[in-house]
T-cell receptor, first 115, second 115 residues
Framework: EPEVTQTPSHQVTQMGQEVILRCVPI?????FYWYRQILGQKVEFLVS????????KSEIFDDQFSVERPDGSNFTLKIRSTKLEDSAMYFC?????????????FGSGTQLSVL | AQSVTQLGSHVSVSEGALVLLRCNYS??????LFWYVQYPNQGLQLLLK??????LVKGINGFEAEFKKSETSFHLTKPSAHMSDAAEYFC?????????????FGQGTRLTINP
């Protein structure tokens, strides 16, 4: 089965630094997502992206966050100035359609540690 | 807003025993419900989903779940546990947003299988 690929698997950064988390969605998918899971908490929706623009974002996704599809294959999440509370596992996902019953394909995640 | 509650953050069963992972949801509209599984060092993978129609849904690896509207539940079961079932299981409800799908997850249940 095709896979969503995320790099790096682990990222350690200093507070205030910028980080970019990278994802390669499945090639014929059109909808892209970021979710995150803080240790011990629920997996939370961050943002959805379609047709080169954000279609929905959560309250968590403030001005410090941005997403981009810089070329035909990559989908990135940038955090401009990281905070301690940004430490979490970040999951990228993609789907072919944007329907409510659609299956999402998730990557294995990037564990971000902010020191 | 939709929400999901998974009863038991950690469930332990013996190999060959029944697996029962509990999920209750809250939704103001007919829900689309999902179970995802995360094996170690892998991404979340769809086990099964309920959209409409038959309330007993069969998924991969011998798992099934039954949608009970009167109980607002979507519990996951497997008649006989296998060592390879050890993983974290996430119940989710889909919230339709303009142009994309948003999953609202429960907190996850870690399933341990004892030999």
């Amino acid at each position: 089965e095709p896979e969503v690929t995320q790099t790096p698997s682990h990222q350690v950064t200093q507070m205030g630094q910028e980080v970019i988390l990278r994802c390669v969605p499945i090639s014929n998918h059109l909808y892209f997502y970021w979710y995150r899971q803080i240790l011990g908490q629920k997996v939370e929706f961050l943002v959805s992206f379609y047709n080169n623009e954000i279609s929905e974002k959560s309250e968590i996704f403030d001005d410090q966050f941005s997403v981009e599809r810089p070329d035909g294959s990559n989908f990135t999440l940038k955090i401009r100035s990281t905070k301690l509370e940004d430490s979490a596992m970040y999951f990228c996902a993609s789907s072919r359609e944007g329907n409510s019953n659609e299956k999402l394909f998730f990557g294995s995640g990037t564990q971000l540690s902010v020191l | 807003a939709q929400s999901v509650t998974q009863l038991g953050s950690h469930v332990s069963v013996s190999e060959g025993a029944l697996v029962l992972l509990r999920c209750n949801y809250s939704s103001s509209v007919p829900p689309y419900l999902f179970w995802y599984v995360q094996y170690p060092n892998q991404g979340l993978q769809l086990l099964l989903k309920y959209t409409t129609g038959a309330t007993l849904v069969k998924g991969i690896n011998g798992f099934e779940a039954e949608f009970k509207k009167s109980e607002t539940s979507f519990h996951l079961t497997k008649p006989s546990a296998h060592m390879s079932d050890a993983a974290e299981y996430f119940c989710a409800v889909s919230e339709y947003i303009q142009g994309a799908q948003k999953l609202v997850f429960g907190q996850g249940t870690r399933l341990t299988i004892n030999p």
